[in-house]
């Protein structure tokens, strides 16, 4: 099989970015089958995007269904190449990004390697019981995406796959099969699994083989050249448009997004400022003290107003709540006693307040308060 895009002659190995390799990129998209409808797939660490395009290529080209494809990147190079391969690509810390819940089909996790340090550590670490790894972070952070049914690819070194994370691929994936790497430039093993719902089943067998390979007390078998068992089938996409964003926008960013959707982000802008703009009707008839009332408690009446004399004010409503006390005795002709009931009523007062523009008013430039 050949790739649809060649990676790129420069290699980006740094700040733990370690990019899939072709030949294992090949061997890993001969065990994936696509389903017949449209298809959502995400790389949450995508570097250049070569990987996740070749997927969505691999997928089309096999399915009846599109495949869109969604990826995120740190690194401002990567990221912008990626944003060349992708359907859609953020430039930006994961941890800093919304991704929707269970709205993927595939999640192609090959995360950042090595151990977390102080200004990376996140919330959830802390009670972490096993090793404090980048790769168990971004698990954390992203496996929540993918959809029940939906397929995992994790490529990760051995050594990451300690008991506890094993624990954790175990609780959430049924079908799992771990894998070497085509190469064993970085000591990778390829995990494969189907998202289940999670219902303390756990297969412990699974567990102690994912445990063994991370203490390299057992060596994975490696990935198959020609995929003989039954494949991982991607699910087709649950309807709607998923919500993918990140909270820290740069202003390249910005200005690439706000050329392409127009002149403002915001697809019910000119609907909602339209409306606010429609020009007021005069009501059939003089309004009542009741009518004024509601008008200044919905914050109606406001704006530059002009008498029939010339004067001209800048006016505002408002209705504030006044509380009034009434008491009433009783005396009990019995026995003397005396009884005292404090009735509280809440009454609604309208006041407007205007500053008088009139050019040569002994009262220009004063607030005026009318009750």
């Known amino acids: 099989m050949a790739l649809m895009f060649q990676r790129l002659a420069r290699n980006f190995i740094k700040n733990g970015y370690f990019p899939t390799d072709e030949a294992t990129l090949e061997r890993i998209l001969s065990a994936l089958q696509p389903a017949d409808a449209p298809m959502r797939i995400l790389d949450p660490c995508c570097g250049e995007g070569t990987a996740l395009a070749e997927t969505a290529h691999h997928l089309g080209a096999l399915g009846e269904g599109a495949v869109e494809s969604f990826g995120v990147e740190y690194d401002a190079e990567r990221a912008w190449h990626a944003k060349s391969l992708l359907d859609s690509c953020i430039h930006g810390d994961l941890m800093d990004t919304v991704v929707q819940p269970r709205q993927f089909g595939l999640l192609w996790l090959n995360p950042p390697y090595g151990d977390l340090v102080a200004d990376q550590a996140a919330a959830s670490a802390a009670k972490w019981k096993g090793r404090k790894r980048l790769e168990k972070l971004f698990y954390e952070r992203t496996v929540g995406t993918l959809q029940f049914g939906g397929v995992l690819v994790l490529i990760v070194p051995g050594y990451a796959l300690d008991a506890e994370f094993a624990g954790w691929l175990t609780r959430h994936f049924t079908r799992l099969r771990v894998f070497r790497a085509a190469t064993d430039r970085f000591q990778q093993v390829v995990v494969f699994g189907v998202r289940k719902r999670v219902d303390g089943a756990v297969d412990a067998e699974t567990r102690e083989l994912l445990a063994a390979v991370g203490k390299g007390d057992v060596m994975a078998l490696p990935l198959p050249g020609s995929w003989m068992d039954a494949p991982y089938r991607v699910p087709p996409a649950p309807r709607g448009e ?17 050329a392409r959707s127009g002149p403002t982000l915001w697809d019910r802008f000119g609907i ?48 504030h709540k006044e509380k009034e006390v009434k008491v009433e005795t009783e005396v009990n002709e019995r026995t003397g006693a005396v009884t005292e009931t404090r009735i509280h009523t809440d009454r609604f007062v309208p006041v407007i307040r205007a500053i008088d523009f009139t050019v040569g008013s002994s009262t220009y430039s004063r607030i005026l308060t009318i009750q």
């Open 242 to 258: 998923p919500r993918f964003f990140t909270v820290r926008l740069d202003a390249r960013q910005l200005a690439e997004e706000v």
């Open 272 to 319: 909602t400022f339209q409306a606010n703009a429609r020009e007021h009707r005069r009501p059939l008839r003089a309004l009542s003290r009741w009518h004024l009332a509601l008008a200044l408690a919905a914050g109606q009446i406001s704006g530059v107003v002009r008498s029939k004399d010339g004067r001209t004010f800048v006016v505002k409503g408002d209705t």
